[in-house]
């Protein structure tokens, strides 16, 4: 391989997997200088998105499980730091990084490819000034702002007046903080719009993990159902994390207006839900971010022998071949939906909670850590070893 020359070394780095890819690294300097390298690592990155490679669902249940997409096989429990106690939730998946609910105010980063984990500052919690008031639901969302190649989480925390449970904290303000991974800083964001208030419904935000943001188009998604201050309608309620504004998306025409709505993305398009007294599900995507005439239905499915109830549905991904969508439904169950025939088929893989909540998550070597600060730490560390070794040649 030493006389190969690095272009062609790079292009064949850029189709092989990940897992290899690391293997690699330690082999000689150059190979090491090629992986590590930005470019290099958003090549391979796009080149995955392109050929639909490296991807993997995760299972959100009582523990983290992950699947090969290809496969289709098994469920595997991933290992990341603290992962020995329960509750760790992950509430976004973006380019190969995970982002973990650790507690409400112990969130972190971690990419299970090259296994980096970061934890991000702690930003405490401030309730409205003058008000007897406590936090109450939180929403979240993660993604990646393409204008600046910035990663942020987003952390939007509803407030109650008292201990009642019934009290959806309706008269307050929210607030709203966003991290960015390049400052390594949070932000509170001090112009929310006014229906913002009426954002929090018990029994339907707590189900089905919906208070976290679906990211497709550069935007954060969740969904504000209708509520009697506003109006007999669903919203959709995005949070743009290039301008980091607050903004209403339109909805599909419906033919049938009395649905649950739910959001999903699909390759990065933006996916609408809509379910219909559980008896039949369409899913609307989205070819043109913001252009409600681009809304186009692309799965309708309906209850059935082998589904008898339809409570919950979420499409995850197309095939490699395009003509089918693999679905989760009911948050219990996988199944491919035949785009051509309009019938869906089973899956089932071993070793998956008995509920869980799926997500599609693309193996990549971004990296979460400061380069720099890690090209200290290695320098530390080779200095260390250096003075190590001096100190046994000296006792000799």
Same mark, same amino acid.
């Given at each position: 391989?030493?006389?190969?020359?690095?272009?062609?070394?790079?292009?064949?780095?850029?189709?092989?997997?990940?897992?290899?890819?690391?293997?690699?690294?330690p082999?000689?300097?150059?190979?090491?200088?090629?992986?590590?390298?930005?470019?290099?690592?958003?090549?391979?990155l796009?080149?995955?998105?392109?050929?639909?490679?490296?991807?993997?669902?995760?299972?959100?249940?009582?523990?983290?499980y992950?699947?090969?997409?290809?496969?289709?096989?098994?469920?595997?429990?991933i290992?990341?730091?603290?992962?020995?106690?329960?509750?760790?939730?992950a509430?976004?998946?973006?380019?190969?990084?995970?982002?973990?609910?650790?507690?409400?105010?112990?969130?972190?980063?971690?990419?299970?490819?090259?296994?980096?984990?970061?934890?991000?500052?702690v930003?405490?919690?401030?309730?409205?000034?003058?008000?007897?008031?406590?936090s109450?639901?939180?929403?979240?969302?993660?993604?990646?702002?393409?204008?600046?190649?910035?990663?942020?989480?987003? @952390?939007m *925390?509803? #407030?109650?007046?008292?201990?009642? /449970?019934?009290? &959806?904290?309706?008269?307050? !303000?929210?607030?709203? =903080?966003?991290?960015?991974?390049?400052?390594?800083?949070?932000?509170?964001?001090?112009?929310?719009?006014?229906?913002?208030?009426?954002?929090?419904?018990?029994?339907?935000?707590?189900?089905?993990?919906?208070?976290?943001g679906?990211?497709?188009?550069?935007?954060?998604?969740?969904?504000?159902?209708p509520?009697?201050?506003?109006?007999?309608?669903? @919203?959709? *309620?995005? #949070?743009?994390?290039?301008?980091? /504004?607050?903004? &209403?998306?339109?909805?599909? !025409?419906?033919?049938? =207006?009395?649905?649950?709505?739910?959001v999903?993305?699909?390759?990065?398009?933006?996916?609408?839900?809509?379910?219909?007294?559980?008896?039949?599900?369409?899913v609307?995507?989205?070819?043109?971010?913001?252009?409600?005439?681009?809304?186009?239905?692309?799965?309708?499915?309906?209850?059935?022998?082998?589904?008898?109830?339809?409570?919950?549905?979420?499409?995850?991904?197309?095939?490699?071949?395009?003509d089918?969508?693999?679905? &989760?439904?009911?948050?219990?169950?996988?199944?491919w939906?035949?785009?051509?025939?309009?019938?869906?088929?089973?899956?089932k893989?071993?070793?998956?909670?008995?509920?869980?909540?799926a997500?599609?998550?693309?193996?990549?070597?971004?990296?979460?850590?400061?380069?720099?600060?890690?090209?200290?730490?290695?320098?530390?560390?080779?200095?260390?070893?250096?003075?190590?070794?001096?100190?046994?040649?000296?006792?000799?």
């Amino acid at each position: 391989m030493s006389k190969v020359p690095m272009d062609v070394v790079t292009d064949i780095f850029h189709r092989l997997p990940v897992k290899t890819l690391l293997r690699f690294r330690p082999l000689s300097k150059p190979y090491c200088s090629l992986i590590d390298d930005a470019d290099f690592t958003n090549a391979h990155l796009d080149r995955s998105i392109k050929t639909r490679s490296n991807l993997n669902i995760i299972l959100k249940g009582l523990h983290l499980y992950s699947v090969e997409f290809d496969a289709l096989d098994n469920a595997v429990p991933i290992d990341y730091p603290l992962s020995s106690g329960a509750g760790t939730e992950a509430f976004g998946s973006c380019n190969g990084i995970l982002a973990f609910r650790l507690t409400d105010k112990n969130l972190a980063l971690y990419n299970p490819s090259t296994r980096q984990f970061r934890r991000l500052p702690v930003s405490e919690i401030d309730p409205p000034p003058g008000d007897s008031c406590k936090s109450g639901y939180i929403f979240y969302g993660f993604g990646q702002d393409v204008k600046t190649n910035d990663y942020k989480v987003v @952390r939007m *925390v509803q #407030f109650n007046k008292s201990d009642d /449970e019934d009290d &959806e904290g309706i008269f307050y !303000e929210y607030e709203v =903080k966003v991290y960015s991974l390049k400052n390594d800083s949070w932000r509170k964001i001090t112009k929310l719009p006014p229906y913002l208030r009426f954002m929090f419904q018990f029994f339907y935000h707590l189900l089905h993990r919906r208070g976290y943001g679906v990211l497709a188009g550069g935007v954060l998604h969740w969904v504000m159902p209708p509520r009697i201050e506003l109006g007999p309608r669903n @919203r959709i *309620v995005g #949070f743009d994390l290039g301008n980091e /504004e607050f903004i &209403e998306v339109p909805q599909p !025409e419906c033919a049938d =207006k009395n649905y649950l709505l739910d959001v999903a993305a699909l390759e990065g398009r933006l996916c609408a839900v809509c379910n219909y007294d559980q008896e039949k599900i369409d899913v609307w995507t989205m070819k043109e971010y913001g252009v409600k005439q681009s809304w186009t239905k692309l799965i309708s499915i309906q209850r059935t022998r082998t589904i008898t109830t339809l409570t919950f549905l979420k499409p995850l991904a197309y095939s490699k071949q395009l003509d089918k969508v693999l679905v &989760e439904i009911n948050s219990q169950k996988f199944a491919w939906y035949d785009l051509q025939k309009k019938k869906t088929r089973s899956v089932k893989i071993g070793g998956s909670p008995g509920t869980f909540g799926a997500e599609v998550y693309i193996g990549s070597l971004i990296q979460i850590e400061d380069p720099k600060r890690l090209e200290i730490e290695r320098q530390n560390e080779q200095d260390e070893l250096k003075n190590r070794n001096r100190k046994k040649r000296y006792k000799w």
